[in-house]
């Protein structure tokens, strides 16, 4: 088959990034064929679609056809800046497959005139999202993937407990708390902080599997639970601490990211939180049966999306042309992707300034290396007494 993955942004390695190179992974290793679309593309991600699945990211929305394709899944509200004109391309049928990941901005939203015109399917991150996207009565039916891992993820649990030796923590806006007490933490125990504040590198089974805990948010909690490592949820937003029995559920309902409780602590206490309570969260994630787990298993839901029904694109294309609210929504896709280009011109602007600057430096310094030591060479050569 023929699968469009279209987002706006593939840059930072970040949640909404990460679901778009592990769909498409999966996707071209059943021997799929797949185009990606970003309005945005830069390293770190765009050099790992291209060295791990020899895919280079489209930007140009005129290149894009998404009737001429089997399977289209969109993300961020980028279904306006596309062609539905029907040609010699376009296949009778396409599934639309929906993915919201979100539901507290714009980009994340659901329930747009684009949506509903077009979506066979809709795949929510969380039970919350997907709850929101029911309130909004639309007619294509919603499945949630829990933010789900690779199998590659999945592990026999450890018979014997676990001692806390080695920390891995995973974020791009660590808490300042958190931080703190990770300070504290690092004089006894090992820490590895991966991250936009410290060095971005792709999580793998491998990085997890050595883990004696797993700090982070959001996307990452999947990979700790099929590990069956312990998890702490502490961030930007607070957080409920280790994951336990008790507050499993509540927690995961709102995709692990910390809003279901808000929770704040000083960093004395989030590290006496991390020590005292780690024996008690090992057991509980090396006891997560397959019931619990297999919701967390990534390919069964891209196999549900791949069977998703199509529609016929004919009948799509004359809804699309009637209805009033399309121009509008084309201008919101537009105006977003100006505002995303923008952004990343300003920031490559700031980094040629600031290598300017690192240069510049450098020069200076060489050059005052050189002038300190032609200084101490006309130096010797004076008297070597300076009394009068």
């Not at 005292?276 to 297999?294: I, K, N, P, Q, W």
């Not at 920031?347 to 290396?369: C, D, I, M, P, Y």
Request: charged share 25%; with cysteine; hydrophobic share 45%.
């Amino acid at each position: 088959m023929e699968i469009l993955i279209g987002t706006n942004h593939l840059a930072l390695m970040a949640g909404s990034e990460l679901i778009c190179l592990e769909f498409a992974h999966y996707f071209r290793s059943l021997g799929h064929r797949v185009t990606l679309f970003a309005n945005v593309a830069a390293d770190p991600m765009a050099g790992l679609f291209k060295s791990l699945l020899g895919l280079e990211i489209v930007t140009d929305p005129r290149a894009i056809a998404p009737f001429s394709y089997d399977v289209v899944y969109l993300q961020h509200h980028v279904a306006g800046l596309f062609d539905y004109r029907l040609d010699s391309a376009s296949r009778e049928r396409t599934a639309f497959v929906f993915g919201k990941l979100g539901r507290r901005t714009f980009m994340e939203s659901g329930g747009w005139r684009f949506d509903r015109q077009l979506a066979d399917a809709y795949m929510a991150n969380s039970e919350e999202t997907a709850q929101r996207l029911a309130e909004l009565e639309l007619t294509a039916p919603v499945s949630v993937f829990y933010n789900a891992a690779p199998s590659a993820y999945f592990r026999q649990p450890p018979e014997a407990s676990r001692k806390l030796g080695r920390i891995t923590v995973i974020t791009n806006h660590l808490d300042p708390a958190l931080a703190a007490a990770l300070d504290q933490l690092s004089l006894d125990i090992k820490v590895e902080r991966i991250g936009l504040q410290f060095r971005q590198r792709l999580v793998s089974p491998e990085l997890i599997g050595r883990s004696d805990l797993v700090i982070s948010i959001g996307k990452t909690i999947p990979y700790a639970l099929a590990a069956h490592v312990p998890v702490y949820i502490y961030d930007h937003f607070g957080g409920p601490g280790y994951l336990t029995a008790d507050n499993f559920a509540l927690t995961a309902r709102f995709n692990f990211t910390g809003r279901c409780c808000e929770r704040r602590l000083d960093p004395g206490e989030i590290a006496r939180e991390i020590t005292a309570g780690y024996a008690t969260a090992d057991a509980f994630a090396r006891a997560l049966g397959d019931s619990v787990l297999e919701r967390y298993r990534l390919e069964p839901h891209l196999d549900a999306m791949l069977a998703v029904p199509p529609s016929h694109n004919a009948a799509r294309a004359e809804k699309l042309a009637r209805d009033p609210m399309i121009a509008q929504e084309r201008l919101l896709a537009a105006d977003l992707r100006e505002h995303w280009r923008n952004a990343q011109n300003q920031q490559r602007q700031g980094l040629r300034f600031r290598h300017s600057v690192r240069r510049w430096l450098a020069a200076s310094r060489r050059w005052t290396r050189h002038a300190a030591r032609k200084g101490l060479h006309e130096l010797s050569k004076l008297p070597q007494s300076f009394s009068a």
